[in-house]
């Protein structure tokens, strides 16, 4: 086991090199730069002026003077400060990530209260009609965009409970309950993919279960259903479900962009959108890097955690 | 889904705890596998219902306007904002444009995206992944690093990435969903080479001499072709959520293109006045996703009969 | 001090006075302002840097107007009044003796006097602070220390732009020197004299600014303070004017505003027209090196037909000089009787079978959907310069790009409404042959001649006869097509605010003398 978390860890320098690579080069070359935007459309500007402007940002350099220079400073966990604030990306970072984190945590709150026992309820009722609707339900759960969805969210609270303030963002520090109030439509749109997911797993996994050898003798021994089922056949198809959840992570966090941008909060997510837009360089490499760096380290340990839980995968 | 990730991961390890590796080997037993999946896919309702609306689709996006009174960029402000009715079955946009034309347009745009997004991670996913797969080696590492580094990003957000630093357009949205699909496909034809590469049908083709290039398309490519199909099926749909999702930040299909993910972007303006115009683009993406899904569910099925039994 | 009045910026009241009076509250009716609260403000695009004499965007001079002050300033019609300078005498055409206000204090506790005003310009002509302001008072000889309260600024040739070009804060913004030594540059802080001090940036997000209690103006600002956040998305602003959540945001697109009419709990102010859309050209290259082909260009255009398209009726003609910067500017209503600007599709075949191009020609016009109306107006013009066999593809890009390729002049075609600028030169310079923002390959003799001329006449009305005659020039040889003038900002505000007027050049400075109804 040690050797097999050693051999995976070595496997992600590489990686994260190529990333950091990846990362950097393509921010760099995304056409028009900071100065650019800071002159706006002015009509009346000196073009030397404009040139000196770049020099004095260091956006003259050549493009692996400023990698080496960037990489040196993020291995020591410096990843600059904004073009255009002055304000360190990592502050920022910080200041951003509490909201990301607490809208995952509410989505996975949802995965876990809906999906679980959704999909369990639908096991148990095979081919009767709430396992239909329930089927059903998922499918279309599935496929539908949940920026769409997320849309038609805010639409129909704006539409009909202007006041709720349900789409109103506040911070954790500033008023807790309002906070959460603020979270639970994003959380709920974010989850929804996730939770149909989920549902068709448990279901899929509980039929399992409930084929097993082992629970025909809990039956033949004649115990009630309420213990075959929570004694039994639960918990024995929760390790599946539980790996997925943790898939699921990374999967939330390529959903937080377009959840932030709609409900329009403070999270990292707008923060790439927007230096993209503003071309704020250092901003933009130090926030995908971020995620990027949070997402290989999630996906390192569902794998550990699932190699340790399968015997099956050795290495 | 909305995530390649989701699929490829339960490709390699179903939950069910059963490896795709193993459903491969079992696919190629007795009858050729690809006729006896065909039995089973026509079999399927919902597979039948899922290839209809997405034949529905093709149809819209080869006829598109000609199958409408209207123009889907002539501009009337006489007509702006109105709600459905019967000369506007989907209402008007904010210039009097006809939504209804303008959604069969966006049509041939998500189709476009996705049909060509896709063969194009195929023509370069099958033949790295074949080489990573069948050969190994040096060339077989660099190709997984590579695969590994895109894997290191959310799929959107690499996307994003993408399209950002190649100059948002058609074009490049594109080329940067394949470039993502392709890292999927690798994996898939990698995994299915290795565990085909030593079956006895190879050891014997190569016992007699027969060179890679005939072993690789006499006998390998066929064993890997059905997982590959099945997730290319899903990476069709997934490719149009994509593009929604890049147009509806601004960084997809540019105006005046009128795709469904920029028609739901211009909409957000006049949402609570006129909600049809975030209404119906949303209905027409689900369609196209429902009707790709169908279709590969029941692919998937047929391709690996002990998963439809559930 | 009785010359100013002469060169005073003229009232916009004689040709807007209907619409705007129509629009707003009157100021003399004010009850007593009452005094506390803070004002929630709705805005679209967060500031792109701080510093004033750098960061010289709209973005930027949006959240740093209420911290820095000029030495004059416009009042909400804007004529010219002192801010930083009590008065100013002209002893001649190329000297201004400035004498400045006493007891104006920066937020960092340092006096503002002859020697902040003096290293304000220093800092603005120093080519290593890299201001694109540089140039723009590149005539500027020498500014003087005369004592602790006055300043002489000699200008190399009569400057008649001079004062209303140093009342803009993103041209002349007065700066605090300690501040400057302390901070290297100004773009991460904001110390000023204005009404209001900026206590918090959060980058993208929100700024959060306090009244500052030792403001020259005794009693002003009358709030606490202002917290302005950043969303682009129109619907979110109008949501949260409509639930109360803010008590000021703006919306750019006229239909929007038309329906937000009816809210009782809102009013509408609006800007000037001070914005239009132009198409510019490569002038130096097939086939706009042809004047012809330009000519017949602008006749092939329905302008009436994109006003009545692109903004539903609610803009108006515009010279290339837009119609909400008087006297200078062409009346909107004299616009359509310039040379080329009515619509004659038989006139332009005429015209490009003379220019060489009989069966018409196909080019690529660049432009990014920036504002609603960029993609749109060229998806009109696409189909109207079709019916006289010229092709158009338009090529999208997002601002970013678009705003590079532009300065590197890297187009066939360009379509880009202006940002505001305070003097008509500043509209039609780039046309230059000499101009720094040239972009477009422009070399016209004629033209530089006339814009040589008008930047030294100082007499108002000579002035304006030049300038109207530069414009029917440019109608004439067309540098670029102007297809309409619009305002650029609806302001929507809750009934609550009293006392506030939106500035007629979109500005938000008169948020120091708003107050909040309890």
Redesign the interface.
């Known amino acids: 086991m040690l050797r097999y978390i050693a051999h995976r860890l070595l496997g992600l320098i590489p990686v994260l090199i190529g990333v950091s690579l990846l990362v950097f080069l393509s921010v760099w070359v995304?056409?028009?730069?900071?100065v650019?935007?800071?002159?706006?459309?002015?009509?009346?500007?000196?073009?030397?002026?404009?040139e000196?402007?770049r020099?004095?940002m260091n956006l003259d350099e050549p493009i692996h003077i400023r990698y080496l220079t960037w990489i040196g400073n993020v291995l020591q966990g410096d990843l600059g400060v904004?073009l255009?604030?002055?304000?360190p990306v990592l502050d920022?970072i910080l200041?951003r990530a509490p909201v990301n984190f607490q809208l995952m945590l509410m989505a996975m709150f949802f995965i876990i209260v809906i999906g679980i026992p959704l999909g369990t309820l639908a096991a148990y009722k095979q081919f009767t009609w709430i396992d239909n609707t329930i089927r059903i339900g998922a499918i279309f759960g599935y496929v539908i965009p949940n920026f769409w969805l997320a849309t038609i969210a805010?639409l129909i609270v704006?539409l009909y409970f202007?006041?709720s303030g349900v789409?109103?963002y506040v911070p954790f520090s500033e008023d807790p309950i309002a906070n959460i109030r603020g979270l639970l439509l994003p959380g709920l749109v974010l989850s929804l993919t996730t939770v149909t997911y989920i549902v068709r797993l448990t279901r899929a996994t509980v039929l399992d279960a409930l084929r097993q050898d082992y629970v025909r003798t809990a039956r033949a021994k004649g115990l009630s259903e309420r213990i075959v089922m929570t004694v039994h056949v639960i918990p024995n198809s929760m390790i599946p479900v539980a790996t997925v959840l943790g898939i699921q992570v990374g999967v939330l966090i390529g959903g937080l962009v377009l959840t932030e941008e709609i409900f329009?909060l403070?999270g990292i997510g707008?923060?790439i959108l927007?230096?993209i837009?503003?071309?704020?360089f250092m901003?933009l490499a130090g926030s995908i890097l971020f995620v990027a760096v949070i997402f290989v380290l999630v996906n390192l340990i569902i794998d550990i955690l699932y190699a340790f839980l399968d015997p099956r995968i050795r290495y | 889904m909305h995530d390649t990730r989701t699929i490829s991961r339960t490709d390699e390890r179903p939950p069910d705890a059963a490896g795709s590796d193993d459903a491969v080997a079992e696919t190629d037993q007795v009858l050729s596998p690809t006729r006896l999946a065909w039995k089973s896919f026509r079999r399927s309702k919902l597979g039948l219902v899922g290839s209809l609306m997405v034949l529905l689709l093709i149809v819209i996006a080869i006829g598109g306007e000609q199958f409408s009174p209207y123009d889907a960029?002539?501009?009337?402000?006489s007509v702006?904002?109105e709600p459905p009715s019967l000369a506007h079955p989907a209402g008007t946009d904010?210039?009097?444009r006809d939504q209804l034309t303008r959604l069969m347009e966006g049509t041939r745009i998500s189709m476009l995206v996705s049909f060509v997004a896709v063969v194009l991670s195929l023509v370069i996913g099958i033949p790295l992944g074949l080489i990573a797969g069948y050969y190994g080696g040096l060339a077989g590492t660099v190709i997984m690093r590579g695969v590994d580094v895109v894997f290191a990003f959310p799929t959107i957000l690499l996307a994003l990435m993408l399209v950002?630093t190649l100059?948002?357009?058609l074009p490049n949205l594109i080329l940067a969903i394949a470039v993502i699909f392709q890292a999927n496909v690798v994996r898939i034809v990698r995994a299915s080479v290795m565990s085909v590469k030593e079956r006895e049908f190879v050891e014997a083709a190569r016992a007699v001499g027969a060179r890679d290039s005939v072993i690789m398309a006499q006998f390998i490519l066929p064993n890997v072709l059905s997982p590959v199909i099945v997730q290319a099926t899903f990476h069709l749909s997934l490719a149009i959520f994509i593009e929604a999702a890049l147009s509806f930040l601004?960084?997809g299909t540019?105006?005046?293109t009128p795709s469904w993910g920029l028609m739901l972007n211009e909409s957000?303006?006049?949402?609570?006045?006129a909600p049809w115009l975030t209404i119906f683009p949303g209905l027409a993406i689900i369609f196209a996703v429902l009707g790709f899904n169908l279709m590969g569910d029941a692919l998937r099925d047929a391709f690996d009969p002990r998963l439809s039994q559930r | 001090m009785n010359r100013t009045r002469n060169i005073t910026f003229p009232s916009m009241r004689r040709t807007l006075g209907g619409v705007l009076l129509a629009l707003v509250l009157p100021l003399g009716v004010a009850s007593a302002q009452e005094r506390g609260g803070i004002i929630y403000v709705a805005s679209d695009t967060?500031?792109?840097?701080?510093d004033p004499h750098?960061?010289?965007?709209?973005?930027?001079l949006a959240a740093y107007e209420h911290v820095y002050e000029t030495l004059f300033r416009y009042d909400a019609d804007m004529n010219l009044v002192p801010a930083l300078a009590v008065s100013v005498e002209q002893p001649d055409d190329v000297t201004y003796v400035f004498k400045l206000r006493e007891g104006v204090v920066f937020h960092n506790g340092e006096v503002m006097d002859a020697n902040a005003v003096k290293f304000s310009f220093d800092r603005i002509l120093d080519?290593?602070t890299?201001?694109?302001r540089?140039?723009?008072f590149e005539t500027i000889e020498s500014v003087t220390v005369i004592d602790d309260y006055t300043v002489e600024i000699k200008v190399k040739e009569p400057f008649p732009a001079f004062l209303t070009l140093i009342s803009a804060t993103n041209y002349a913004a007065i700066v605090s020197p300690r501040a400057v030594e302390e901070h290297g540059d100004l773009?991460?802080v904001a110390i000023g004299t204005g009404p209001f001090r900026l206590v918090k940036?959060?980058?993208?997000?929100?700024i959060v600014y306090e009244r500052f209690d030792d403001y020259w103006d005794e009693g002003k600002p009358y709030v606490d303070g202002l917290e302005f956040t950043f969303?682009r998305?129109?619907?979110?602003r109008?949501?949260a004017l409509?639930?109360g959540?803010v008590q000021i945001g703006w919306v750019r697109?006229p239909?929007?505003a038309s329906?937000l009419k009816d809210e009782p709990h809102l009013n509408i102010q609006q800007a000037a027209p001070i914005r239009h859309q132009r198409l510019f050209m490569r002038t130096d290259q097939p086939p706009f090196d042809n004047v012809l082909v330009r000519q017949a260009l602008s006749v092939a255009t329905d302008r009436d037909e994109i006003i009545?398209?692109?903004l539903?009726?609610y803009g108006t003609l515009s010279a290339s000089v837009p119609p909400g910067v008087p006297p200078y500017a062409v009346p909107a209503d004299e616009v359509g009787s310039l040379p080329y600007q009515q619509y004659d599709p038989e006139r332009a075949k005429k015209l490009l079978a003379e220019a060489g191009y009989p069966d018409g020609f196909e080019f690529t016009l660049l432009s990014s959907?920036h504002g609603?109306d960029y993609?749109?107006t060229?998806?009109?013009l696409q189909?109207q310069w079709s019916k006289v066999g010229i092709k158009v593809n338009?090529e999208?890009?997002?601002?970013?790009?678009?705003?590079?390729?532009w300065?590197k002049g890297a187009f066939t075609a360009f379509l880009?409404?202006?940002?505001w600028?305070p003097d008509p030169s500043?509209?039609v310079?780039?046309f230059h042959s000499q101009s720094?923002?040239n972009y477009y390959g422009h070399n016209d003799p004629k033209l530089d001649e006339l814009l040589d001329q008008q930047a030294t006449v100082v007499n108002l009305e000579k002035r304006t006869q030049l300038w109207r005659e530069i414009q029917a020039y440019i109608a004439e040889t067309a540098p670029a097509l102007y297809l309409y003038g619009m305002t650029p900002r609806y302001e929507v505000v809750n009934v609550a605010v009293e006392g506030y007027r939106f500035m007629p050049n979109a500005s938000r400075s008169y948020l120091r003398e708003a107050w909040l109804k309890k």
């Open positions: 995304i056409p028009g730069d900071v650019d935007i800071m002159m706006g459309d002015e009509m009346a500007q000196s073009a030397a002026a404009i000196r402007l020099a004095q904004s255009i604030s002055g304000e920022q200041r805010v704006s202007p006041r789409l109103h329009m403070p707008r923060m927007l230096s837009e503003s071309r704020d901003v | 960029y002539s501009m009337d402000s702006s904002l904010r210039f009097g950002a100059g948002a357009s601004g960084l540019q105006p005046p957000r303006t006049f949402m609570e006045f | 967060p500031p792109v840097g701080l750098i960061a010289i965007a709209y973005s930027s080519p290593n890299a201001s694109p540089g140039s723009t773009q991460r940036y959060e980058t993208g997000a929100r969303t998305d129109e619907t979110t109008i949501a409509r639930r959540a697109e239909r929007l329906l009545k398209t692109i539903l009726g959907p609603f993609i749109t060229a998806e009109v189909q338009i999208s890009v997002d601002w970013g790009a678009a705003l590079s390729r300065r880009i409404a202006n940002a600028a500043n509209y310079e780039m720094d923002s």
